[in-house]
């Protein structure tokens, strides 16, 4: 059982940053894949990045404005935005999984653990 905790979101203006935390429980939390998926009213959910060992993949739409990154010591997972944009603005959560194929990291039913969510609002 993993559970996971976001942080970080708020509210920036266009061509901004916020950098988003996801806390992990468990000992054994460097071994899982964790993604960051977000979903916008009306919209639904997308893949944004995810992290899985060594390897790391982004969506298209986020590709060189957004960085995952890990810090095992402190199982926590973090997702540097850059360049906001308002299409940006949803909901942005975390999930984790221990046995998911590097391929299939952008499928959101592939992921067993979620967090709660953190709003990013990006407007001016």
């Known amino acids: 059982q993993v559970q996971l905790a976001e942080s970080g979101g708020g509210l920036v203006q266009p061509g901004g940053s916020l950098r988003l935390s996801c806390v992990g429980s468990?000992?054994?939390?460097?071994?899982?894949?964790v993604g960051w998926f977000r979903q916008a009213p009306g919209k639904e959910r997308e893949f944004v990045a995810a992290?899985?060992?060594?390897?790391?993949t982004y969506a298209d739409s986020v590709k060189g404005r957004f960085t995952i990154s890990r810090e095992n010591a402190k199982s926590t997972v973090y997702l540097q935005m850059n360049g906001l944009k308002p299409e940006d603005t949803a909901v942005y959560y975390c999930?984790?999984?221990?046995?998911?194929?590097?391929?299939?990291?952008?499928?959101?039913?592939?992921?067993?653990?979620w967090g709660q969510g953190t709003q990013v609002t990006v407007s001016s």
């Open positions: 999930a984790a999984d221990a046995s998911i194929i590097f391929g299939l990291l952008h499928r959101s039913t592939e992921y067993d653990y």
């Open positions: 468990g000992a054994t939390f460097s071994r899982y894949a």
């Open positions: 992290s899985r060992r060594g390897d790391v």
